[in-house]
């Protein structure tokens, strides 16, 4: 886009109220953006965003004259949208921290919102990490906001480069390195340095970096001046579980010139999660936010969304966990829950892990060892990749759905029955929290 155009597209952002991509949540006096996807064009919807007092629309198509008023054209929505964010982003001198990582992103992100509620700070919404949720992230950030919190998302080698150009942070994480989009990747080797590519960025532009000390394929990146490094052993910040049980677990951490250990109460699953309370401690502590509110953030946090979200009905609990899953999640689920559900009855639902490539049987089959281990009262399967798992799985209880519509269809509850603890687990694609349509009395706690 010609320079003149785009400071043209500015001035009409700075008099607008902000920026849409959905015409059914714009506010009056924001600008529609009209982007075009494989099963959607905002341009189909530039009447409605007007009629809902849009300030402008933002098109690349011909559009017909009765609405051509309310409009603005540029030869690509989507790269006007990213060219504009990036333009933003050039005006504003404050700290900028990006979040990626195999795992635990949005966790460490969530946690580091609730430790940054007094602090004036602009945190990214939902999961909106990609080519599209990042530059569109960057421009809800106004001029109040003290330091920004963005997260990044990545199935492919160089997006993250490419999303680093657009946001320019100037301190990072990769909360690990894990088998997400294995089968994106050549190897987890690969994996790895597709999401250091963060690192990379920061270290050129003199940034500062957190980094896991347990993570081996991280460690590297710990000998950096400018690294800020925790872990259980070694660290700046180290780390350990003192207590957990399903909706808790407490960790203490330390520094070298404390007097003594940070206890930190949480609402948190699963002793996995001692890393993402770490990784957003260390990161509100370069943010100089004071110990009081980290600890008071970290304490009120309760997780929701289908993430490690706890729900209580009147004769069981359930563990939603079911916004995603890769090899490595779903071990590190697996592995907690051994030693989380003590004595109780616990039925294990679980759904395909999708992106694996090729080697998505071996990976399937691999985690009918953790299942094995874990003895459940019953396993449901839901899911065609699944059966890799079903297939190897050594309980008589058990059983396999191709589709969660057959689940549902199929009297699923009864499989559940006499169970104490379900737990559930899925990529996105599973829509395994509809399984909840069969459970009543439901409360998060």
Avoid at 60 to 88: I, M, R
Avoid at 327 to 339: H, I, M, T
């Amino acid at each position: 886009m010609e320079k003149e155009v785009l400071a043209q597209l500015y001035e009409h952002f700075l008099n607008s109220s902000g920026v849409s991509i959905d015409s059914r949540t714009l506010k009056p006096g924001q600008i529609f953006w009209c982007l075009k996807g494989p099963n959607f064009n905002g341009h189909d919807f530039i009447k409605d965003a007007l009629n809902k007092w849009a300030y402008l629309c933002i098109v690349e198509e011909e559009v017909p004259d009765e609405v051509s008023y309310g409009c603005f054209k540029v030869p690509n929505t989507l790269k006007a949208l990213q060219e504009l964010a990036v333009y933003h982003r050039n005006h504003l001198k404050i700290p900028v921290v990006a979040i990626t990582g195999s795992n635990g992103k949005t966790t460490t992100k969530e946690l580091l919102k609730s430790c940054l509620k007094h602090q004036s700070a602009f945190v990214s919404y939902g999961n909106f990490n990609n080519h599209i949720g990042v530059p569109f992230s960057i421009l809800q950030i106004q001029k109040h906001h003290r330091f920004v919190i963005l997260e990044m998302g990545d199935n492919q080698p160089g997006e993250i480069k490419q999303l680093c150009k657009i946001a320019k942070p100037t301190a990072g994480i990769v909360t690990n390195i894990g088998k997400d989009h294995i089968g994106n990747y050549e190897s987890i080797e690969a994996n790895a340095k597709a999401k250091c590519e963060l690192y990379e960025y920061i270290l050129e532009h003199s940034g500062k970096i957190f980094v896991n000390e347990d993570d081996e394929y991280l460690k590297p990146y710990g000998r950096f001046i400018d690294a800020y490094t925790y872990g259980t052993t070694t660290g700046n910040l180290i780390g350990k579980v003192l207590e957990q049980s399903i909706g808790k677990l407490t960790i203490a951490m330390r520094q070298e010139n404390w007097h003594q250990d940070v206890i930190i109460k949480t609402h948190l699953t699963g002793d996995y999660h001692l890393y993402n309370i770490l990784a957003a401690a260390q990161i509100a502590m370069f943010l100089q936010v004071p110990m009081g509110e980290i600890i008071s953030g970290m304490t009120s946090y309760i997780p929701e969304n289908m993430r490690s979200q706890v729900i209580e009905t009147h004769n069981k609990t359930i563990i939603l966990d079911c916004y995603n899953a890769n090899p490595s999640s779903v071990k590190a689920n697996l592995v907690a829950l051994k030693a989380l559900k003590n004595d109780k009855k616990l039925t294990l639902v679980l759904g395909d892990m999708l992106e694996l490539g090729v080697s998505s049987k071996t990976e399937h089959e691999a985690v009918a060892n953790y299942i094995n281990e874990l003895e459940p009262y019953s396993f449901i399967a839901i899911g065609t990749e699944i059966q890799n798992t079903y297939q190897n799985v050594n309980i008589d209880n058990k059983i396999l759905f191709p589709t969660i519509d057959d689940a549902l269809n199929n009297n699923v509850e009864n499989y559940w029955d006499g169970s104490e603890i379900l737990f559930i687990k899925g990529s996105r694609a599973n829509q395994l929290e509809r399984l909840l349509e069969k459970l009543n009395n439901k409360q998060s706690v």
